[in-house]
């Protein structure tokens, strides 16, 4: 076979001069440069992650601030709670349609940088919001940021990052949207609800700082037929001293074998269908563990068990927890891989989620409702007389099996979920898939989150915590029979064994 031209060497001719093997320091101090300016660029994306997290979760405080409001134009009720609560996933959804098409237009790095336009005009109208119209319009806004976040940053940083640490770099957006809603919950101990929608507008404003000097991904820059440009972003990506042609002319191969858009009819191909179908069956399974409605009314959730602890210092806790879990996930999930790690979390999740609605159903209940921070309207199950005081260490039962059930889904169903939808889908499709996934994901979030608290009046708190345990036993099994190992593979190579069927290169 002739040798590649850029590989030719002559007396008139050398483009790539005779060097000696590189040492071992040389190879670390390589590839530590590569992985200093990686985890620049993804830092910088993720920050859209925090914002997204923080947003998620700001009704946990707020609601019950405005249910005990004196202003008769905030003052909510338990419909308008649940609306406050349920429409930020309306606005998701709505994020991620608009993805399929800004995540091809625009690109990566334009989208989430697109983001900050509503999130920050969302967090300015619930700042100064003088009637239910501008918090709901505000929650959807922000929603709709998150929405489009979630499908771009993932896909982003998964074609930026080189495969041996694409699996710890995939758990940053989790990461961050897991520090989000830690910081939020921190701040809702000091600040007042309207100072917590101005402090989200600072993450929006740094993030697109940052962006602006990160390079675009290579494989959108090719698929545009920039090569020069993509050459240069990967080369700043992979550090100067790296040689990045090898890996350069992989994706430049890769792309023009993909150069169109898939069509409806090869949408159908198995090698196309599969790999959407497993990315979207898991947006689906993840939100159906019940992680959306538990976070949106966790401090709510903590009023209307018999808890040991003040409620917002439960919830902190929780978030404390939440951020150690996708810590270890980012670390372990490059070496354990990640199916032992989805299996582990469903089974913890499982745990979790029956424990808690064993004690909800059998455990003591609160002295008295603390009105409409309560869940129920109605006193719980069929006991005629509530306790007269809380059963003592008992009462730790709700938050221990939450911070299981946070820990569970955020070292496993959490981060690699939002990973493994990057690296499955099919670079051709991958725009618009990972926004029908993004779509679907936050439609069955509405769905839960909407319906959350008239189940609970209905039915009883306890009742969606079984649901929620059944969902994560269908996990396991879903886990064990469709879900490929992809730890230490390049995008290229997932592909293929879609394509293929062959496993050999997943052993």
């Known amino acids: 076979m002739q040798e590649p031209l850029l590989g030719a060497e002559g007396p008139d001719y050398d483009t790539f001069p005779e060097k000696p093997p590189p040492s071992p320091e040389d190879r670390a101090r390589v590839g530590a440069l590569q992985n200093k300016r990686v985890f620049l660029a993804t830092f910088a994306a993720v920050l859209g992650n925090f914002s997204f997290g923080y ?85 959807t806004l922000t929603g709709f940021a998150g929405g489009l976040t979630a499908a771009c940053i993932p896909v982003y940083v998964s074609e930026i990052a080189p495969p041996g640490v694409r699996g710890a770099l995939g758990a940053t957006p989790q990461l961050m949207a897991v520090f989000g809603s830690l910081s939020l919950y921190a701040l809702g101990l000091l600040l007042p609800w309207r100072w917590l929608a101005v402090a989200g507008e600072a993450p929006v404003l740094v993030m697109i700082l940052l962006l602006s000097f990160m390079p675009n991904s290579p494989r959108f820059l090719l698929s545009r037929g920039r090569d020069e440009e993509a050459l240069r972003a990967l080369a700043w990506l992979r550090g100067t001293d790296a040689d990045v042609h090898w890996e350069f002319e992989q994706i430049q191969d890769n792309v ?62 929780v978030g404390a927890v939440r951020l150690l879990s996708v810590l270890i996930a980012a670390l372990t999930m490059d070496l354990a891989g990640r199916k032992v790690l989805l299996f582990v979390s469903a089974a913890i999740m499982f745990a979790a989620n029956l424990t808690l609605g064993l004690y909800i159903h059998f455990g003591p209940r609160p002295l008295s409702p603390n009105g409409t921070a309560g869940l129920e ?125 062959r496993r050999s290169f997943l052993r």
């Open 55 to 139: 947003a998620l979760v700001y009704t946990s405080p707020v609601i019950p601030a405005l249910e005990h409001s004196l202003d008769p134009d905030l003052h909510l009720t338990k419909s308008q709670a649940s609306w406050f609560g349920s429409v930020f996933t309306l606005g998701a959804a709505a994020g991620g349609l608009s993805a399929m098409i800004l995540n091809d237009f625009l690109g990566r790095k334009l989208s989430i940088m697109f983001s900050a336009v509503p999130s920050a005009a969302g967090y300015a109208l619930m700042a100064g919001a003088h009637g239910l119209w501008m918090l709901l319009l505000g929650r």
């Open 256 to 317: 023009r074998r993909q150069s169109s858009r898939v069509s409806w009819a090869e949408a159908r191909a198995p090698h196309v269908c599969r790999p959407i179908a497993v990315a979207l069956l898991m947006r689906l399974l993840q939100q159906l563990t019940g992680i959306t409605p538990i976070l949106v009314y966790l401090q709510s959730i903590f009023d209307s068990t018999a808890v040991l602890l003040p409620p917002k210092d439960d919830a902190a806790i």
């Open 377 to 501: 309207s109605e006193s719980w199950g069929n006991l005629a007389q509530p306790l007269a005081a809380p059963a003592g260490y008992l009462t730790l039962v709700p938050l221990l099996a939450t911070m299981f059930f946070i820990m569970g889904y955020a070292m496993g169903w959490g981060p690699i979920t939002w990973l493994l939808m990057s690296e499955v889908l099919p670079l051709r499709a991958r725009g618009v898939a990972s926004g029908l996934c993004v779509l679907a994901s936050w439609l069955t979030a509405f769905v839960l989150t909407k319906s959350f608290l008239p189940v609970v009046s209905a039915f009883g708190l306890q009742v969606p915590f079984f649901f929620f345990a059944a969902i994560c036993l269908v996990s396991l099994v879903f886990t064990g029979c469709c879900v490929p190992e992809t730890k230490g593979r390049s995008l290229e190579q997932i592909e293929s064994f879609f394509r293929t069927g």
